[in-house]
């Protein structure tokens, strides 16, 4: 829900982290879910061959997939869920240093993901494997590892490319507590 929140628009956005998960409004929670799943319907409606705009629901997920293939090979898999938010902490850095995401708008949504999706224990060590699992990743074209950022809140750009040092500084960036 938090990605297409982040695709979506601000006052979506908000709503969900601003959400308390601690003792949630069942109805909200419901409502916040039909809509979440209408962005995602819109979007595969829209564009139902991910020629183009369905690439937005990538977001997180290409170091979210090496987080979690990571995990599998480690012998302690995680959900998919779980890998896609990690990959979200990394890939809003990406954004924030690439395409210009608020800084302020991406501590509030590291924070929620800390809050309730803990953290992932890896090391520089991991990089390598982490950097090869993203390499296999289907949305790569030319050997370039292809990555949906943001600009703001449902300002999407698709196709967004980062060096190994960037990959690298947002691996960084997560490991020490964004």
Same mark, same amino acid.
């Given at each position: 829900?938090?990605?297409?929140? %982040?695709? @979506?628009?601000? #006052?979506?956005?908000? /709503?969900?982290?601003?959400? +308390? $998960?601690?003792? *949630?409004?069942?109805?909200? $929670?419901?409502?916040?879910?039909?809509?979440?799943? =209408?962005? !995602? =319907?819109?979007?595969?409606?829209?564009? *139902?061959?991910?020629?183009?705009?369905? !690439?937005? %629901?990538?977001?997180?997920?290409?170091?979210?997939?090496?987080? #979690?293939?990571?995990? $599998?090979?480690?012998?302690? +898999?995680?959900?998919?869920?779980?890998?896609?938010?990690?990959?979200?902490?990394?890939? $809003?850095? %990406? @954004?924030?240093?690439?395409?210009?995401? +608020?800084?302020?708008?991406?501590?509030?949504? &590291? =924070?929620?993901?800390?809050?309730?999706?803990?953290? %992932?224990?890896?090391?520089?060590?991991?990089? +390598?494997? &982490? &950097?090869?699992?993203?390499?296999?990743?289907?949305?790569?074209?030319?050997?370039?590892?292809?990555?949906?950022?943001?600009?703001?809140?449902?300002?999407? !750009?698709?196709? =967004?490319?980062?060096?190994?040092? /960037?990959?690298?500084?947002?691996?960084?960036?997560?490991? #020490?507590?964004?």
């Amino acid at each position: 829900m938090l990605k297409h929140g %982040l695709i @979506s628009n601000t #006052e979506t956005w908000a /709503e969900l982290v601003n959400f +308390p $998960l601690e003792t *949630p409004d069942l109805k909200q $929670l419901q409502d916040m879910v039909a809509q979440s799943v =209408q962005v !995602k =319907q819109r979007i595969v409606e829209l564009d *139902p061959h991910e020629q183009a705009l369905r !690439k937005a %629901l990538n977001l997180g997920h290409t170091i979210g997939h090496a987080f #979690e293939s990571w995990a $599998l090979k480690q012998g302690h +898999p995680i959900l998919h869920g779980y890998a896609v938010a990690y990959g979200l902490v990394c890939e $809003l850095y %990406l @954004s924030a240093v690439k395409t210009g995401f +608020p800084v302020d708008k991406m501590r509030q949504t &590291l =924070q929620f993901i800390s809050a309730h999706y803990g953290t %992932l224990g890896f090391t520089c060590d991991d990089y +390598p494997l &982490l &950097l090869e699992l993203m390499q296999h990743d289907k949305k790569n074209t030319s050997n370039r590892i292809n990555f949906t950022l943001l600009a703001d809140i449902g300002e999407i !750009k698709i196709d =967004q490319t980062a060096t190994e040092d /960037e990959i690298k500084a947002a691996l960084d960036f997560y490991r #020490e507590g964004s």
